[in-house]
């Protein structure tokens, strides 16, 4: 994991590169029998953000399939605690200030006011598209994302 971190923050350039995600299976070079589950998810997120610089941050990417429409409607989290094996989570490490910088995405986000993984994380649902995909009538993308919370 440290290897994957430093590699990652050496990657991103403000300029030209302003995030670094790898899908878990690619970062440790194995699929789990059975496909990911969510505490051993948790614990890759975990591991990677005690590892980053002041700065960054690490968030998990929990997908969770496409839609035809805009959906609003919060996804329950009691039905991730295997995630599926041919879509595994993704691991993003970005600066600070990427999450909040505008974008053009016709999307919906909405954070999470509790999750049965505990306080310790924060976690949002985001559903959407860029122009493009919508130009090329291409469906949403769900994903539920997750990242430690600040421990101050």
Known sequence: MSEWVAQSVARIDPATRLFVVDHLDEILGETPDGGFDIQASLEVLSSCDRRLP???????????????????????????????????????????????????????????????WGDAYAVEYVCGRSPRERDLDWEFTRTVWVRPRETH
């Open 54 to 116: 002041s700065g960054m941050e690490a968030r998990l990417a929990l997908p969770w399939g496409d839609s035809v429409t805009l959906e609003t409607e919060l996804p329950s989290l009691d039905r991730v605690p295997v995630l599926d094996p041919y879509e595994p989570p993704s691991l993003y490490v970005f600066s600070r200030e990427y999450w909040a910088m505008p974008n053009d995405r016709e999307e919906h986000r909405c954070p999470y006011d509790g999750n049965p």
